[in-house]
């Protein structure tokens, strides 16, 4: 089992600046990717970056490309997503999540194993 602890969330106007971290205890060993994903109101939840721990590359959803950074300690346990040039459309409770099995494109929602509780953001205009 993996536990998840998503914080760093709150509100910001557009243009701003939120740092998200989310820190992973247990079998952290066991993971091959951590990952965020978002969900608005009355929408589906949506990928928004990953970071593979093989080889380390980073994964972006053309909406946050540019704007949003992924990271993390090199450890599998923490990992954390730097939100620039925030805009309202952003607004949304924020997930953390552990990819274990690779049979999913790191993308995909379903492929991932263990989720934290999220944490909201709110982008104001």
């Known amino acids: 089992q993996v536990q998840l602890v998503e914080s760093g969330g709150g509100a910001a106007q557009a243009g701003g600046s939120l740092r998200l971290s989310c820190a992973a205890s247990?079998?952290?060993?066991?993971?091959?990717?951590m990952g965020w994903f978002r969900q608005a109101p009355g929408k589906e939840r949506e990928f928004v970056a990953a970071?593979?721990?093989?080889?380390?590359?980073?994964f972006y959803a053309d909406s946050v490309k540019g704007r949003f950074t992924i990271s993390t300690d090199n450890g599998k346990n923490t990992v954390w997503l730097q939100m620039n040039s925030l805009k309202p459309e952003d607004t949304a409770v924020y997930y953390c999540?552990?990819?274990?099995?690779?049979?999913?494109?790191?993308?995909?929602?379903?492929?991932?194993?263990?989720w934290g509780q999220g944490t909201q953001v709110t982008v104001s205009s």
């Open positions: 999540a552990v990819k274990v099995l690779m049979a999913l494109p790191i993308t995909t929602r379903r492929g991932y194993d263990y």
């Open positions: 970071i593979s721990w093989s080889g380390g590359d980073r």
């Open positions: 247990g079998r952290t060993f066991s993971s091959t990717a």
